[in-house]
């Protein structure tokens, strides 16, 4: 058949699928479509209140390594205030940061910041310092030469954290960019790939800085959206770590264009293959799934082809066992909910039953005698 | 308008309360003047358009949720608080926006994927059920980019227009979906 063919036959596919959505309704039957009618001022204060508390709850809430040293409740993150300014806990970046980066001291933490995610202690205080996760006296110092309303370190004893301001401007510091690694979206840190022309660094970096400011929704995300993190890495030492995701075009809260898609997908295509984890295989009908540390899993080049439902036999060394198996992104049972991750392990330390749900599928598994190894399946239609 | 916002200067206990009853009266201010005009505008382009929107909210979601996404993404340009170059365009990301956004929120794919793409009538022959699957296997992005591309026809920077993406992004999303369509097509 030919491609004019094929063409003709999915129009009509589409012409027909959507048929009974026309004719579309008129405006004010759909504006009015069993919906209360609200007055505007207290639709704005509900808006508001959702993206407050979802900004401000919701970051407290997913920034790694949040739990502090016991000293405040486990449902809230880490996050410094200076004088009205919120700052919150950088998972990303606390390694990109140690003692020599550190700057001048700008201020000390005042008074604990309880947090107990129930009260009334998500205002923020205006005035003086005030810290979730740090006790009163933890030095606040400037990172390098970076504005401190970007990045602050908090430093107690040989530890060093990291907060990052939402509001301000990642990308204004002044060192030069001469590489950037391309790492997992899983971990952070994990490398992917490296891109070190000077001259397409410094044109990345160009259209990086001129690229338009646009916050990211979170319901944006599809599950087949690929992301990944961005490290550059400056000339003064240090290294700005943000999220790419690359189907949405979005770098940190920048929209970027398709020069940085290019060069990251040219970067990923070329880059080394990912490292093997001992210990584990799976076997299916059309070959071995080898295992990777975690975080050096890629959608893009998976293990092993299997079919919807295949079983699998897993394979394992000496001594080890395996605690859990995890399938991202979890396939909906028939009923559509998300079943617990054992039902994909039908027999523990056996077999392996491939997901329902088509299309790249990472399977995660704890072993006993290492940390935590991944795989990548490409599951097809059952014939 | 002043009296409102007296008031809720006057109730703002603290400087969240403070920033979100500025916020309120900045917007609903904006709402007065520019709230009239903003519909006609957006009425104008939806009577123009209704038909095709409808379709393209079908196609994402399929018939039985369309007119729910389609009400969704109308009101929430209406309620958009800044200016509005281009309507048709600014519709089709809305309706884009809250397909995504009704998809992720079920977190029901499979089971919504049947029901979207089971109402085929069995002896209809200008469906092709390999189609069918394939785009029930795709993500919403895919599917819109295959809906503006085979149904509307559109080229590739008109469809990144309209989905606020880049032409690099359609492109990607197109590949990865004439790929499903190629395998499907292929099994006779």
Known sequence: ?383 | MSERADRLRSAAAGPWLSFLSECVIRLSSRWDHEGVRRKEQVEACYEEHADALSRFAAALVGSNDAQDVLSVAVLNVLRTGSEIDNVPAYLYRSVHRAALHHWRATRRRGRRERVVWEPTPADDHTVDPRIVDALGAMSPRQRAVVHLSYWEDLTTATIAERLGVSVGTVKRHRTRAHAKLKEALANE
């Open chain 1, 1 to 383: 058949m030919s491609d004019n063919d094929d063409a003709a036959r999915i129009r009509q596919t589409l012409d027909q699928l959507t048929a009974s959505a026309v004719p579309a309704p008129p405006m004010e039957a759909l504006l009015n479509a069993e919906r209360p009618r609200k007055s505007h001022a207290l639709m704005f204060i509900a808006a508001a209140l959702v993206v407050l508390s979802v900004s401000f709850g919701g970051l407290l809430l997913l920034q790694p390594g949040g739990r502090s040293d016991g000293e405040s409740d486990a449902t809230c993150g880490e996050a410094v205030a200076i004088d009205g300014r919120i700052y919150f806990r950088d998972g990303y970046n606390t390694d990109a940061v140690d003692a020599s980066d550190l700057g001048a001291v700008i201020d000390r933490v005042d008074q604990a910041w309880p947090c107990n995610d129930t009260g009334d202690d998500q205002e923020v205080p205006t005035d003086g310092v005030v810290a979730s996760a740090l006790p009163p006296g933890t030095e606040l110092r400037a990172i390098g030469s970076e504005p401190s309303d970007v990045r602050v370190a908090a430093v107690n004893g040989d530890e060093v954290r990291v907060y990052v301001s939402p509001t301000g401007d990642r990308f204004a510091f002044s060192a030069d960019v001469f590489e950037i690694r391309i790492n997992s979206g899983f971990d952070g840190s994990t490398r992917l790939a490296t891109i070190d022309d000077p001259t397409l660094v410094r044109q990345l970096v160009n259209d990086l800085r001129v690229a338009p400011t646009a916050p990211r929704a979170n319901d944006e995300t599809d599950l087949d959206d690929e992301q990944v993190t961005v490290e550059l890495v400056r000339s003064d030492g240090l290294r700005t770590v943000v999220p790419y995701w690359i189907d949405e075009d979005q770098l940190a809260d920048r929209r970027v264009g398709d020069s940085w898609a290019t060069a990251v997908n040219d970067a990923l295509a070329s880059g080394p293959p990912q490292p093997i984890a001992d210990g584990i295989t799976m076997i299916g009908a059309k070959g071995v799934a080898r295992f990777h540390p975690n975080g050096a899993c890629r959608r893009d080049r998976p293990d092993l082809e299997v079919q919807q439902g295949e079983v699998l036999s897993i394979a394992l060394t000496d001594g080890t066992e395996i605690s859990h198996l995890y399938v991202s992104p979890r396939p909906p049972t028939n009923s559509g909910e998300t079943p617990p991750d054992p039902s994909y392990l039908s027999e523990p330390g056996q077999t392996f039953i491939a997901p329902e749900l088509v299309g790249t599928t990472v399977v995660e598994a704890g072993l006993s005698q290492s940390a935590d190894v991944c795989t990548v399946l490409l599951v097809t239609e059952a014939r």
